[in-house]
C-alpha cells in the first residue's frame, strides 16, 4: 500500500507504523520547484535491519523495503529502484537468516 497524505497529518494505514520526522506541514515542500522535496523522505522509521517500528517498539518479524521506507529521497539522490531492490533483498535474506536460525535451534533440542 504506502503512505496516506491528508492535509496535515501524513500516516502509515494499515498498521499504524512509527514514520520518520515529519515536519509541520509548511516545511513539507520546497517553494523551488526543482529543488529537493522535503516530502520525499517521508516513510516508515525503522531499525538497523529495516524492521518496522510501532510506538517506539521493534516488529520482530515485519521488514519495510521499497518506497514506503523512510528516510532518503529517490529523486533528488537517483536511487528509487536501488533502494527498493536492495531493501527488498535485505529483508529477505533477514527472513531466510531467521529460519536458518530456528531450524538449527530445533536441531540442537532435538539432540
Keep these: 500500500m504506502g503512505l ?12 499504524n507504523l512509527d514514520l520518520c520526522h ?5 516545511q513539507w515542500t520546497n517553494k523551488a520547484f526543482f529543488a529537493s522535496q522535503p516530502y ?5 522509521q525503522t531499525d538497523e535491519y529495516l524492521r ?9 518479524n515485519l521488514y ?7 528516510g532518503f529521497d529517490p529523486l533528488t539522490e537517483g536511487c528509487g529502484a536501488g533502494v527498493s531492490l536492495i531493501s527488498g ?17 530445533q536441531a540442537e533440542v532435538a539432540q
Design 89 to 105: 533483498l535485505h529483508a529477505a535474506n533477514e527472513i531466510v537468516g531467521y529460519f536458518e536460525r530456528q531450524r538449527a535451534m
Design 52 to 60: 518496522a517500528q510501532k510506538e517506539g517498539q521493534t516488529f520482530e
Design 40 to 44: 520525499m523522505t517521508f516513510g516508515v
Design 22 to 26: 515529519i515536519p509541520q506541514r509548511a
Design 4 to 15: 496516506v497524505a491528508e492535509f496535515d497529518r501524513i500516516y502509515e494505514p494499515l498498521m
Design 64 to 70: 519495510v523495503a521499497g518506497a514506503v521506507l523512510g
